[in-house]
């Protein structure tokens, strides 16, 4: 992780950039978990000063990702001295060669500093006296250049990131391998430039044994040999390595190669190599001596390259990640194909702005031209590859009449004109591979960047990129680039809400962005306002020739009727993410034949994947999914149809998961009405994680169908007929907590709550407002979740609804409890108990009784609840009732506890935490770790209760749970505050 922080750029990455540094395409399944672990233990060393639960500002955690704050690259060092070059200086006059902070050791006599203090990472230092080396060699400096790639050089003390894990580091370690072969080879290119090439045989020697491919070192080697008189040695070598290319990758020599040696055939001494471009306009092959060039004056030079956006943002280590493949290879790992680049999202991501810019910055390293096409492969008529062969033809100088017919032929002529060469072909807007193929030159040196909106899984390709929309700092940028800076500087709160309403797609953004630009009178928050309502956020998304509906029209246009109609009742049902099974539900279709069709739209970017089984789409497709009917009143039934399936599906499974968390609760008979479909769970934890990941579906979905019954329109008789359906949906998922989704859940029960009063139905509002009082309660607002337990229990004992009234009475026995009213608490409880017995209700009758116990507890009899804690836990475990034994361990700790007996409640805490861990009760098993804390807290152990506080403070933030939150950082900050464990106070 921290090797990530270092490499990147700007020292930022998104957890989804980290988990796939550290894990690749297999991450664990709760590797964000993980992630905030490492991010913990990383702070304690790197910060060690921080205060427990203070910010860091070393690791600075960011919206969705990590900064990492380190000194910039000359800046802010101690020793940062900027140095001189003395005795260095090619030719007349004064030798300073300051470079910007970074002196060089070594010049006899001067004493310079060197000031590469100030950058953390060695490979940034490498990289910019690289760079500085290109500029001394453009100023006619080459001693001082030699100097400074010798300097580059020597900062390599072994293998980077020797022993550290996964798919980074091991990208990583490729290129700086390759980065310092190539340094190597400038710094000895300069010596024969100097004349010293003598000196630099026995290392050319061991260098071109040791990458046995690279043909520049050869050519080096040849000049060296050449340079000490050594013609002889130096045609031997050239024959050792053509027998080696030949035998090997089946090619000749380069036209580098071949130009040495025809010069040394001739009798003459070889030109020194040019060594005025940049590292990164240099291959292995380097193939473009003056004699090669020369060799290919016949052909074009083609710079087909439209221009690239002005006001490019983002995108900076995919932008460096797809230049660094378009570079040069590992030489343990030559290269035998082609390097080829596939760019793939859906539309308006911004596939052919990131390639154009990618392909601009890399034409220093594809001297012999660029290429580019645009297939349009998303409209109707994608253009055939013949054609595309043509025009690429004639570009490269071969005349029309020599021009095969037939797409064989011409890609066979089309390979053979680019043999030996190193050209950029940009291939934008591609239909499937099959359009491809046939573009695809036969030459090592020639790359290929491919953009579509489908994945292109059968193109022979050296890596496939999935283009997500931009992150919040990132559309931003876009925003600011082209409206102007100071429009989101002056609003930035809705500056950010513009971007999140444009789905952070990209052209959104820029549209956005130039409408404002457009309308100087427009204030942010208004263009924001106007984005707000998903009916007709996409007509205001167009300015000119700019709009979004028209670029998801033609990948909508393009789909099978099967895939049309997921596309649309996906859409309709307006889930944020759905699982297989729900989205089957949906379609009213097998599990199997529902995802086949749902990977289909994947495929073409028309809905994405963000974990096995999971789907959504993105928000601005799912407005467009609303509109592709065509028509408002099939639409409205589409709608209504699926929502329906959807409700009943979440409903069944809702009520097993309750099962599974809570045994023995008459739950299902309670709120699932007869005929609602059957499901099971093998354990607690896999109902959690099914109702964990179903909780957003189903709050967008009961917030919906509160909305459609509470309006005026057609069908709103039809939705009031879901409202009771939807209620018991929420109140099955209530076990599992609120989660990140509180807000949304809480204005849809209230709405509920009014449509179930519009419609006369007095059961579903005591229902709805026993939900409204326990998210009040669960959200730590006592006095809300009072008054809306009154009126649930006088609606509930009215509706003749015990199962919910008892679950009512125990709510409002928590808020007595909470204020300290415990004698008023615990005949609450009694209440509840009372009416679990009459249900037959166990774990129920468990619960209230534990609860009653921690009030009395609370009001000084804390022996007499130990005993009955005693009992009750021997009752749990004769029937077999993990859960209810885990609450009972927890309330005896609190007992234990509050009769100064640390060590026994520490003890009874952790075995409760683990009981609902292994239950999947997170958020219960965070409440004992806390109380776990305390307790390690009272016996001294303070280090390992800051290690159990912060793993509950971190399941509190996950869950949303402010309370809890308050509560643990509190502790923190005495923890914090209290001596070291084992020392005595000073």
């Known amino acids: 992780m921290l090797a990530a922080l270092l490499l990147l750029p700007g020292r930022t990455a998104s957890s989804a950039e980290l988990i796939d540094a550290l894990w690749g395409e297999d991450p664990p399944s709760r590797a964000r978990s993980i992630l905030r672990t490492y991010a913990w233990r990383w702070r304690r060393v790197l910060d060690p000063d921080a205060a427990d639960g203070a910010a860091s500002e070393v690791l600075v955690s960011l ?150 491919l690279r ?41 580098e190669l071949r ?58 280590a995919l932008a460096d990640r797809l230049g660094a493949e378009l570079g040069t290879e590992p030489a343990a790992e030559p290269r035998t194909t082609p390097t080829v680049l596939a760019v793939a999202g859906m539309g308006g991501v911004g596939k052919s702005t990131l390639a154009l810019h990618v392909a601009h910055r890399a034409r220093p390293g594809f001297p012999d031209g660029q290429l580019y096409a645009d297939l349009r492969g998303t409209g109707g008529s994608p253009v055939p590859p013949q054609a595309v062969l043509e025009d690429f033809l004639q570009a490269l100088g071969v005349p029309a009449k020599e021009i095969p017919e037939g797409t064989a032929a011409r890609a066979s002529l089309f390979r053979t004109v680019l043999d030996g ?28 960047l491919v953009t579509s909106r489908a994945r292109l899984v059968a193109l022979p390709k050296s890596a496939q990129v999935w283009l997500d929309v931009f992150d919040d700092d990132e559309a931003l940028g876009l925003l600011g680039r082209v409206a102007g800076p100071e429009r989101p500087q002056a609003e930035p709160e809705a500056a950010r809400a513009l971007v999140q309403a444009c789905g952070r797609l990209p052209l959104a953004v820029r549209i956005v962005a130039a409408r404002l630009a457009a309308r100087p009178a427009w204030t942010v928050a208004s263009l924001a306002g106007r984005l707000a309502d998903e009916r007709s956020r996409l007509r205001e998304l167009r300015i000119g020739e700019l709009a979004v509906a028209p670029a998801f029209e033609v990948g909508y246009q393009q789909l099978t009727a099967a895939q049309a109609t997921a596309f649309r009742l996906l859409g309709a049902v307006e889930a944020a993410e759905i699982g297989l099974s729900a989205a089957a539900a949906v379609l009213a279709l097998p599990v199997a034949e529902t995802e086949a069709v749902l990977e289909s739209l994947v495929d073409v970017a028309m809905l994405e994947s963000p974990a096995e089984h999971r789907y959504r789409h993105h928000g601005l497709l799912r407005d467009f999914a609303h509109g592709a009917a065509g028509n408002a009143e099939r639409a409205a039934a589409e709608g209504l149809a699926a929502r329906s399936r959807l ?28 005929g609602v479909g059957d499901f099971a769970f093998d354990s607690p934890a896999a109902a959690r994680d099914w109702a964990r990941g179903e909780a957003a579906t189903a709050a967008e979905l009961t917030a919906r169908i509160a909305a459609e019954a509470l309006g005026t329109g057609p069908q709103a008789a039809q939705y009031r007929d879901l409202v009771a359906a939807s209620i018991n949906l929420l109140i099955a998922m209530s076990p599992f907590g609120p989660g990140p989704w509180e807000r949304k859940t809480t204005t849809a029960v209230r709405e509920l709550a009014r449509a179930a009063e519009r419609a006369g139905d007095v059961r579903g509002q005591g229902r709805a407002w026993f939900l409204a009082g326990n998210a009040a309660l669960a959200a730590g607002r006592p006095d809300e979740a009072s008054q809306h337990g009154r009126w649930a229990l006088e609606l509930c004992t009215l509706a003749e609804d015990p199962v919910i009234a008892r679950q009512v009475l125990n709510d409002l026995g928590v808020v007595a409890h909470g204020r300290g009213a415990y004698d008023e608490a615990a005949d609450l409880f009694g209440q509840a108990v009372t009416l679990a017995r009459e249900l037959g209700h166990r774990s129920g009758e468990t619960s209230s009784l534990l609860n009653m116990a921690v009030s009395r507890l609370r009001a000084g009899r804390a022996a007499d609840v130990l005993a009955d804690c005693d009992a009750l836990l021997a009752s749990a475990r004769e029937r077999g009732d993990a859960a209810s034994a885990a609450q009972t361990r927890y309330v005896s700790g609190l007992a234990l506890a509050a009769l100064e007996r640390p060590a026994e409640a520490a003890e009874r805490f952790d075995t409760a935490a683990e009981g609902w861990g ?48 308050r509560a643990v950082r509190a502790l923190l900050a005495e923890l914090a505050a209290a001596p070291v464990d084992g020392a005595a106070p000073g």
């Open 259 to 316: 130009a040495v040696h025809a010069e040394v055939l001739a009798g003459g001494a070889p030109s020194p190599a040019s060594n005025s471009a940049p590292m990164s306009a240099r291959g292995p092959s380097a193939r473009h001596a003056a004699a090669g060039r020369a060799e290919k004056a016949a052909f074009a030079r083609p710079a087909q390259l439209p221009p690239a956006e002005p006001d490019f943002v983002g995108r900076a």
């Open 63 to 212: 919206a969705g990702g990590y900064r990492l704050a380190l000194p910039p690259l000359g800046g802010g060092s101690a020793g940062g001295t900027r140095g001189t070059m003395d005795g260095l200086a090619d030719g007349e006059g004064p030798s300073p060669a300051a470079l910007n902070g970074f002196g060089l050791v070594g010049a006899a006599g001067t004493g310079a500093t060197d000031s590469g203090d100030g950058a953390p990472v060695d490979a940034e230092l490498a990289e910019y006296w690289a760079a500085q080396a290109d500029r001394a060699s453009a100023e006619g400096r080459p001693e001082q250049a030699r100097e400074l790639l010798r300097r580059a050089v020597d900062l390599w003390t072994g293998v980077p990131l020797a022993g550290v894990p996964g798919p980074f580091a091991e990208r990583q370690r490729r290129r700086f391998a390759e980065l310092r072969l190539s340094l190597l080879e400038r710094r000895i290119a300069l010596d024969v430039e100097l004349g010293r090439g003598a000196s630099c045989v026995p290392e050319l020697r061991a260098l071109s044994d040791e990458h046995p």
């Open 215 to 255: 043909e520049r070192l050869y050519a080096l080697l040849m000049r060296s040999l050449s340079q000490s008189g050594r013609q002889a040695d130096a045609l031997a070598a050239f024959t050792s390595a053509r027998r080696l290319l030949i035998g090997e990758l089946g090619v000749e020599p380069g036209a």
């Open 421 to 448: 060469r190193r050209l950029l072909i940009v291939l934008d807007d591609a239909a499937n591979a099959a359009q491809v193929r046939p573009l695809l030159p036969g030459s090592t040196g020639c790359a290929v």
């Open 918 to 965: 292994a239950l999947g009760a997170l958020d219960r098993a965070a409440r004992a770790r806390f109380q776990l804390a305390k307790a390690l807290h009272a016996l001294g152990a303070d280090a390992l209760a800051r290690d159990h506080a912060h793993a509950a403070l971190a399941e509190f933030e996950a869950e949303g749970r402010a309370a809890d939150q």
């Open 647 to 674: 409700t009943g599906f979440l409903l069944a499974g809702a009520c097993a998961a309750f099962e599974a968390a809570v045994p023995g609760d008459p739950i299902r008979e309670t709120l699932a009405p007869p």
